[in-house]
């Protein structure tokens, strides 16, 4: 079982950064694929990028200003957030799986961010 504790949302003016943390419990982090995925109001949860041994890729909506990276040491993956849009606010979940092709396993309880214009 894992456990993942994102941190680090909170308000902020668009063209503004943020990142959040998201800090997993267990000791086989490593092996895991991290995702992190954002749900606007009213609207479905929607995938925004992940990170594996692989690399890492990103929804098209953010490629170029969201990063995803990962510190093996100290459990945690992390989305850099710039050039934020109002059009980002959400709350923001990471989430971990084993394979490349299932669904993730573990989600945390999310975070909110919010973009004002």
């Known amino acids: 079982q894992v456990q993942l504790v994102e941190s680090g949302g909170g308000l902020v003016q668009a063209g503004g950064s943020l990142r959040l943390s998201c800090v997993a419990s267990?000791?086989?982090?490593?092996?895991?694929?991290m995702g992190w995925f954002r749900q606007p109001p009213g609207k479905e949860r929607d995938f925004v990028g992940r990170?594996?041994?692989?690399?890492?890729y990103y929804a098209e909506s953010v490629k170029g200003r969201f990063t995803v990276s990962r510190d093996n040491a100290k459990n945690t993956v992390y989305l850099q957030m710039n050039s934020l849009k109002p059009e980002d606010t959400a709350v923001y979940y990471c989430a971990a799986k084993t394979n490349t092709y299932s669904q993730y396993d573990y989600w945390g309880q999310g975070t909110q961010v919010t973009v004002s214009s």
């Open positions: 990170i594996s041994w692989s690399g890492t």
């Open positions: 267990g000791d086989t982090f490593s092996t895991y694929i």
